[in-house]
């Protein structure tokens, strides 16, 4: 069946450095990837879209990158804050018309 | 404010009551959709509707009932309700519904439902 999974351990860095989290997809090519952060309490908010054909996106201190041949996104916060501290989401369209999501990895920033 | 809204934020209630979860979007999008989120986080979709009309039904109890009196609110109806019930549901809603543009879905803020 299709998959998406995410490191289900929380990342644990250091206020200024990379964050870089990793999504991985089996059994399926999705047509793009999309990110996600969730608060605790809230809804998962939309952040960046990546497609099969982009390499890397960017949108001010994130990048997102989408190896077709290792089936794998990764996320990277730079100059990551306290304020990043959420549980970031990936997720894809299925074969089957609806988006499926990773269990999501959650990022802690300590100042 | 735009956005999806849902109503109650938390509800708890006994093993076999019946409950409704209310949703409404004012983004003018089309389509609207209830997911669930477990104890694990997985977020996993239930069903959507687009222009009022089912569009995805998962493999799901049918003691889940939605219903989508216009395409501004999407309600979750759910009868005698189960231990395993309890978790958070969210309401979300997209433009037109199009998996293959790549979409933005927008969600609510969720209902946190524990069943005793």
């Known amino acids: 069946s299709q998959k998406i999974e995410q490191n289900s351990e929380a990342l644990n860095i250091q206020e200024g450095k990379t964050a870089t989290l990793t999504c991985n997809y089996t059994?399926?090519?999705?047509?793009?990837l999309q990110w996600y952060r969730q608060d605790p309490g809230r809804g998962p908010v939309f952040l960046l879209l990546?497609?099969?054909?982009?390499k890397e996106k960017r949108k001010e201190r994130l990048k997102v990158t989408f190896d077709t041949t290792l089936k794998q996104s990764l996320f990277h916060i730079t100059a990551s804050q306290p304020a990043d501290s959420a549980t970031y989401l990936c997720?894809?369209?299925?074969?089957?018309?609806?988006?499926?999501f990773g269990q999501g990895t959650t990022l802690q920033v300590k100042p | 404010d735009t956005a999806v809204s849902q109503t109650p934020k938390y509800l708890v209630t006994q093993m076999g009551n019946d409950k409704s979860i209310k949703c409404e979007q004012n983004?003018?999008?089309?389509?609207m959709y209830w997911y669930k989120q477990d104890s694990k986080k997985f977020l996993k979709i239930m069903f959507s509707?687009?222009?009022?009309?089912?569009?995805i039904n998962e493999t799901v109890p049918n003691r889940f009932s939605p219903k989508s009196p216009d395409k501004a609110h999407l309600n979750l109806h759910i009868n005698s309700l189960e231990l395993g019930d309890s978790a958070v549901y969210f309401c979300?809603?997209?433009?037109?519904?199009?998996?293959?543009?790549?979409?933005?879905?927008?969600f609510g803020p969720g209902t946190r439902l524990l069943v005793l």
């Open positions: 997720a894809s369209p299925s074969n089957t018309g609806k988006l499926i």
């Open positions: 979300a809603s997209s433009q037109q519904g199009g998996l293959g543009t790549g979409e933005t879905q927008y």
């Open positions: 990546i497609r099969e054909n982009e």
């Open positions: 059994n399926y090519s999705p047509a793009y």
């Open positions: 983004l003018g999008h089309d389509t």
């Open positions: 509707y687009n222009n009022k009309e089912l569009i």
